[in-house]
């Protein structure tokens, strides 16, 4: 054993007797040699990562200095791929498409994730799971135009032969809290709705750190680090301000305004936006003094004909415009719910300047996506650096093949709650229960809230000519009276019905525009005719329901071109 042992330790003899050692430089020189035979890269060390060979020296400091190593890695061939996930589905943001993909991969049982965090506004409000459409849109404006037209109820309901001789007056806080105590409901439905289908939810705002990973920080600051699979970004928008001094001092968005604890009072609304004229008819329809101030044109992206006809209507209601000026200033002249305000506004063709007073100012100037603030530069997500809008595919993935988006933060996408809805479980559905439909972004109807509602459903009259040419669409159209309206004696010939046809498709119907009561309602059933090809033949063919505002649309023969008359002299 011990000859053995002796032996497995003799060393080379140098040429003077003692032990050969090898120099340092010599090993080193040699390793570095084998190092660029192997992996045939030029500077040493050599990275590797889970046994997967990222990059020289030179190489793999610049991808960590630029925090992306594994962009190194995809160039080599190679995908950084974690043992196990967290979750197999992270949904960022639980507004209604958020919502409504994380509840349709639970139905598949995968294990899913939502996080949900909402930014307080400048004078501090937030609320509850849901997102912008339950909390602060389309359901506490749909209630509080609801609120308004009973109003105008009350007045048409005298003529009807109702008696009450006390004086009707509106209480805003009976409303706002009525409309806040529904909107939690909802807010703890959908938590137990997450709960039933075993979907984790977190109140924290979810930012990428690394691929597969992001990170969440609640409240408290507190914060926890998540992998996931896949994700679904649904974060929404939220208010844009002027940047112009005073605005998020003493201003409020629609953020604010459905929570509001105090009756706004005299309201000057900036913007010409669906939500900008919907909350002026509201405000206006409870009483109070409104003015809407304009920079340039009334709801821009929809029929311009239409836009015209609602600012009409709501100015002969009492709704004050002030066209193509901008605010320059806000201050504050006395505090108090409301306090009072001044106003200082400069014209868009000129430098002329004008000065109000108001107890309320709401801006209403467009909405912002929420997506610069949530790591997408860290795992490579391409965003339209002007809106921050999210670029996708047909099958609403990103450029990052284990990312997805939803909604609003979609890049040429219309905003609207129901298209998420539909866009997140048809996802969800191709992910993991091997569907293949995707969603339809065409023809898809929607509705104003405008004290005159609007409804529409594909191409606008300028869409049309631009995309057709003039020449190839017929348009008809017609003024008409609700027969609701008729006892009361008012509001004659300010309803209207319009429709856009192709002429070289057998006259299809690319564009349906209706201005009435129950727009909403009307537009509906027509937008399930309009996917299944409807042609100005078949509405012809079609037999009215009477007496109903929509029956219109089953006798337009008065086309546009003709310059004939539209207007009505009864039901």
């Known amino acids: 054993m011990g000859s053995a042992l002796r032996k497995s330790k003799a060393v080379r003899q ?18 570095q040699e084998g190092q660029r035979e192997v992996t045939a890269e030029t500077s040493q060390p050599v990275g590797f990562v889970q046994e997967k060979q990222v990059g020289d020296h030179e190489k793999t400091l610049k991808a960590h200095k630029e925090g992306k190593p594994q ?55 937030s609320w509850g799971l849901g997102g912008t459409c339950v909390n602060v849109g389309c359901i506490p404006k749909k209630l509080m135009h609801q609120a308004a037209l009973l109003g105008q109820a009350l007045q048409d309901s005298r003529k009807f032969g109702w008696q009450f ?56 600051g507190v914060e926890k680090l998540y992998t996931a699979e896949r994700f679904l970004i649904a974060t929404g928008e939220r208010p844009r301000y002027l940047g112009i001094p005073g605005d998020k001092e003493y201003c409020i968005s629609s953020d604010d305004l459905f929570s509001l604890p105090y009756c706004p009072g005299k309201t000057l609304v900036v913007g010409a936006s669906y939500v900008a004229l919907e909350c002026a008819g509201f405000l206006a329809g409870l009483g109070l003094d409104v003015t809407v101030m304009v920079r340039s044109i009334l709801l821009r992206g929809f029929d311009q004909d239409i836009a015209n006809k609602i600012g009409e209507y709501m100015e002969e209601h009492g709704i004050n415009f002030i066209r193509q000026f901008v605010p320059i200033k806000v201050e504050q002249i006395e505090k108090g719910t409301p306090g009072r305000l001044r106003v200082i506004a400069k014209s868009t063709k000129g430098n002329q300047i004008i000065e109000g007073e108001y107890n309320t100012v709401l801006l209403a100037i467009g909405r912002d996506a929420c997506t610069r603030k949530i790591g997408l530069d860290k795992v490579g997500v391409k965003i339209n650096e002007k809106t ?50 995707k969603c339809d972004y065409a023809n898809v109807p929607t509705t104003v809230f405008t004290p005159l509602e609007y409804g529409a459903c594909g191409y606008s009259e300028e869409a049309a000519v631009e995309k057709f040419g003039e020449k190839n669409i017929e348009v008809y159209h017609s003024h008409f009276w609700p027969l609701e309206w008729t006892v009361p004696s008012r509001d004659n010939n300010k309803c209207y019905a319009k429709i856009i046809c192709n002429i070289q498709d057998n006259e299809r119907v690319i564009g349906f525009h209706v201005l009435g009561p129950n727009a909403g309602e ?50």
């Open 388 to 437: 921050g809008k999210i670029p996708v595919n047909d099958e609403e993935q990103t450029n990052v093949p284990y990312i997805y988006a939803v909604g609003d933060i979609l890049q040429d996408k219309l905003e609207l709650t129901p298209l998420a809805i539909q866009a997140g479980r048809l996802l969800v559905q191709r992910l993991y229960a091997g569907a293949t439909s």
């Open 14 to 31: 140098a040429p003077g007797g003692g032990p050969e050692r090898r120099r340092p430089a010599e090993g080193a020189q040699k390793l």
């Open 71 to 125: 962009k190194l890695l995809e160039m080599n061939g190679h995908t950084l791929v974690p043992h196990s996930y967290n979750y197999d589905l992270i949904v960022i943001g639980g507004g209604s498409g958020g919502l409504a993909a994380a509840k349709e991969a639970a139905k598949y049982e995968k294990k899913v994730m939502v996080l949900d965090f909402v930014t307080p506004t400048p004078l501090g409000n």
């Open 165 to 220: 001789t006390e004086e009707v007056k509106h209480n805003w806080m009976t409303m706002a809290e009525s409309v806040q105590n529904y909107i939690g409901s909802l807010n703890w439905g959908y938590r137990v709705a997450l709960r039933e289908k075993n979907v984790t939810y977190e109140n924290a705002y979810g930012e990428f750190v690394g691929p597969h990973t992001i990170k969440a920080t609640n409240k408290r």
């Open 522 to 571: 009307v537009t509906q059933g027509f937008a399930a005719a309009m996917k299944c090809g409807l042609t100005k033949e078949q509405l012809d063919s079609t037999i009215g329901i009477h007496p109903v505002c929509a029956e219109i649309f089953t006798t337009l023969s008065v086309t546009k071109r003709s310059g004939e008359n539209t207007l009505q002299a009864g039901c």
